[in-house]
């Protein structure tokens, strides 16, 4: 079975473990999804499974996605949200339904989501620069940057350096989240910690593994 689903962050909250202490957990609507697609090594060049979440008004949908969600007689709801999953074996087909019963309490899993979009921001906020000296003398420079690089050689600031610009607005994958709570009839999974996104942000992907332990973690 495919251990990975689609879905919609609903929020934080608190629940208590069995020695009384708080532990912070996210919300998630996962699913139901359905399986829209099986890629094949032999048509496709790869392996994967695309998968389908949130229902939507028919009109909201091109007649190409229309017929992408009808053909081989699959007769699927139209779905807002299409996701690919890499995987060796699909071990599942074309119109299957999944839900959160892939996963189960105590397993650990990988949540992909697109952060919080903040605009342009300046490199103390965006990347914790430390800025000027609050005194002697200076003004107006207490959040700047400071020096870009050297002068003369190279005479120019090397692409992909720290700095001002646009924060957040992309692709994070928060791992080894562990799932601390299920609730099948209401499709709701709740995971320890915070994942990317606003509330009501869709594109949260999970795939439940064992735990791989951090680097740097003293384990």
Do not use: W
């Not at 599942?92 to 605009?119: I, R």
């Not at 120019?156 to 562990?178: A, C, F, I, W």
């Amino acid at each position: 079975m495919l251990k990975g689903l689609i879905g919609k962050k609903i929020g934080m909250t608190q629940i208590f473990d069995e020695n009384g202490a708080a532990v912070p957990v996210t919300v998630i609507e996962a699913g139901p999804c359905y399986v829209t697609q099986v890629r094949t090594e032999e048509r496709d060049g790869y392996t994967a499974v695309q998968l389908g979440y949130g229902e939507a008004k028919p009109k909201r949908l091109t007649n190409g996605q229309k017929g992408h969600l009808k053909r081989n007689n699959l007769n699927l709801p139209p779905l807002k949200f299409l996701r690919e999953f890499r995987v060796k074996t699909p071990a599942v087909n074309e119109g299957d339904k999944l839900s959160v019963d892939v996963f189960a309490v105590g397993e650990f899993v990988d949540v992909v989501g697109t952060s919080k979009g903040k605009g342009f921001a300046g490199a103390v906020k965006r990347y914790h620069f430390r800025g000027g000296p609050k005194t002697h003398g200076q003004s107006d420079r207490h959040r700047a940057p400071g020096s870009r690089g050297a002068g003369t050689t190279p005479g120019r600031v090397y692409k992909g350096s720290r700095g001002p610009g646009h924060m957040g607005d992309e692709r994070v994958t928060s791992q080894n989240l562990k799932v601390v709570l299920l609730d099948a009839e209401r499709n709701l999974i709740g995971v320890r910690g915070s994942v990317p996104g606003p509330r009501g942000g869709v594109d949260g992907r999970s795939r439940a593994h064992q735990r791989r332990d951090r680097v740097g973690d003293g384990l």
